[in-house]
């Protein structure tokens, strides 16, 4: 499976040390150059930037056009992502932002947030407890109504 990720998944993931999560769900891991810039602001020289580059491949957007349209109402790595998303057919995108969201739905993408990816790895055995896992991720800043934080574990069970 192909999936696209936006920064604020990657961020989080790394921040809580749960990147591998994203090598066991999919095959192949796809960011966007503004999105692999947004990462290194955070990353340059540890050892996530070392994991990152592992698995994830830095995609070459090709629809400049395309980008600058969407950048009207979005920032350049979601902008970027839904593109790229569109260009190699992936199979999800990862999108937190409310906004984007609405926008690669409409473009017929299969948006899931960082949220849904922790749901996937849950149903597929990944990872086991997934409360202490969005704890950790809500210790770290990561915001969430939580309307989603129970949703998610109603969708869990």
Not at 44 to 62: L, N, P, Q, Y
Not at 134 to 155: A, C, G, Q
């Amino acid at each position: 499976m192909k999936v696209v990720l936006d920064s604020s998944c990657i961020i989080i993931l790394s921040q809580i040390e749960k990147m591998d999560i994203l090598e066991m769900l999919f095959s192949e891991i796809f960011v966007p150059e503004a999105v692999f810039k947004e990462f290194m602001v955070k990353a340059s020289g540890t050892e996530d930037e070392r994991k990152f580059r592992e698995i994830i491949k830095i995609a070459k957007v090709k629809d400049f056009l395309a980008v600058m349209t969407l950048q009207t109402d979005l920032g350049k790595g979601e902008s970027e992502c839904i593109v790229l998303a569109k260009e190699i057919n992936a199979d999800f995108i990862v999108l937190d932002d409310k906004d984007a969201r609405k926008i690669a739905e409409f473009l017929g993408l299969n948006v899931i947030g960082t949220l849904g990816i922790l749901v996937m790895a849950h149903k597929k055995g990944v990872i086991q407890n997934v409360k202490s896992v969005i704890d950790r991720m809500r210790e770290e800043n990561f915001w969430m109504d939580n309307k989603v934080y129970e949703r998610v574990f109603k969708e869990i069970k």
